[in-house]
Nanobody
Framework: QVQLVESGGGLVQPGGSLRLSCAAS????????LGWFRQAPGKEREIVSC????????YYSDSVKGRFTISIDNAENTVSLQMNSLKPENTAVYYC????????????????????????WGQGTQVTVSS
């Protein structure tokens, strides 16, 4: 059974950092397409960062580029999102999503919202940036 479990969310002051982790079970992160998404109240789900083993590409949305870093730990079978210089507008529920089909990021964008063609989603973790 495939499962994704996020952790690491919480309350942080503007300018602070958080590291989100997503533990995958039921499949290994050897061949994958996966990403971090977020949804703020009243807003559509949006891509934060994604990565595919198919084409080796990594994508960051313009709003987080240079501040957030996605990484994979194959030994622990986890994918993390390091978030630095957080801003109040980064407040949202953050979701990890993955698919072992390992299609390219172009294909993922073609699928589009809400699920971007990704079959497996975590339950989400709340990130609140506030003073």
């Amino acid at each position: 059974q495939v499962q994704l479990v996020e952790s690491g969310g919480g309350l942080v002051q503007p300018g602070g950092s958080l590291r989100l982790s997503c533990a995958a079970s039921g499949f290994t992160l050897d061949y994958y397409v996966l990403g971090w998404f977020r949804q703020a109240p009243g807003k559509e789900r949006e891509i934060v960062s994604c990565i595919s083993s198919s084409d080796g590409r990594t994508y960051y949305s313009d709003s987080v580029k240079g501040r957030f870093t996605i990484s994979i730990d194959n030994a622990e079978n986890t994918v993390s999102l390091q978030m630095n210089s957080l801003k109040p507008e980064n407040t949202a529920v953050y979701y990890c999503a993955a698919d072992p089909s390992a299609f390219s990021l172009d294909t993922m964008f073609e699928w589009g919202p809400p699920h971007y063609g990704l079959d497996y989603w975590g339950q989400g973790t709340q990130v609140t940036v506030s003073s």
